[in-house]
């Protein structure tokens, strides 16, 4: 199994660009969450999925949208981004079960 | 205003000193987890506590879940540079649709060889 997976590692864009965080995993697990982590600080929840088709916000959700039309992938859209959206996004997922998350290895995006 | 607070936000210590970290809240939680994350990576689950009072060891490590289960506390024993990294607790919190986890702000230490 390869886990949690995020693409791209690194991503630069402009003030006002959009682009697609993917994330994807092979565990099968129902649940599925985006979370923003901000230097030297702990995870913020942006996003969260208890199985496809369902979508819920987090506690930071402005600037961002999700979907799940799978079990397996769960992308999160960033649209007209902002300098405030510079961070380091990690997703996760978690078997029904259990409360255990397993995280991607993340994304770094600065936006300039 | 975060949910679970943790302290220190930073430690910095030569190798062989014991330290110890706390995960506080003025909520109670069914459970606690503890997770560390290296640079350039995601968060790796250490343990999860569950019983009021409840201890747990990983070699080095003890883990002790508060008997009110409001907070917790991670001990390390004779640290070694291996051991740098951030120190984050999460507790789950439970809505309608599923439950989610909120972290604490982290702990983020260094051992210096």
């Known amino acids: 199994n390869a886990g949690v997976t995020q693409t791209p590692k690194f991503r630069i864009l402009k003030i006002g660009q959009s682009m697609t965080l993917q994330c994807t995993q092979d565990?099968?697990?129902?649940?599925m969450y985006w979370y923003r982590q901000d230097p030297g600080m702990g995870l913020k929840l942006i996003y969260y999925?208890?199985?496809?088709?369902?979508?819920d916000k987090g506690e930071v959700p402005n600037g961002y949208n999700v979907s799940r039309s799978t079990t397996e992938d769960f992308p999160l859209r960033l649209e007209l981004a902002a300098p405030s959206q510079t961070s380091v996004y990690f997703c996760?997922?978690?078997?029904?079960?259990?409360?255990?998350?397993?995280f991607g290895p993340g994304t770094r995006l600065t936006v300039l | 205003t975060q949910l679970l607070e943790q302290s220190p936000q930073f430690l910095s210590i030569q190798e062989g000193e014991n330290l110890t970290v706390y995960c506080n809240s003025s909520?109670?939680?069914?459970?606690l987890q503890w997770y560390r994350q290296e640079p350039g990576e995601g968060p790796v689950l250490l343990v999860t506590?569950?019983?009021?009072?409840e201890v747990k060891k990983l070699k080095r490590l003890t883990f002790q879940f508060g008997d009110a289960r409001k907070d917790s506390s991670l001990h390390i024993t004779a640290a070694q540079p291996g051991d740098t990294g951030l120190y984050l607790c999460?507790?789950?919190?439970?809505?309608?649709?599923?439950?989610?986890?909120?972290f604490g702000g982290g702990t983020r230490l260094m051992v210096k060889p």
């Open positions: 996760a997922s978690r078997r029904q079960s259990t409360d255990t998350q397993y």
């Open positions: 565990m099968n697990h129902n649940y």
């Open positions: 999925s208890v199985g496809a088709g369902i979508t």
């Open positions: 909520s109670v939680f069914s459970s």
């Open positions: 506590v569950v019983t009021g009072g």
């Open positions: 999460a507790g789950p919190l439970y809505n309608n649709a599923g439950n989610m986890l909120t």
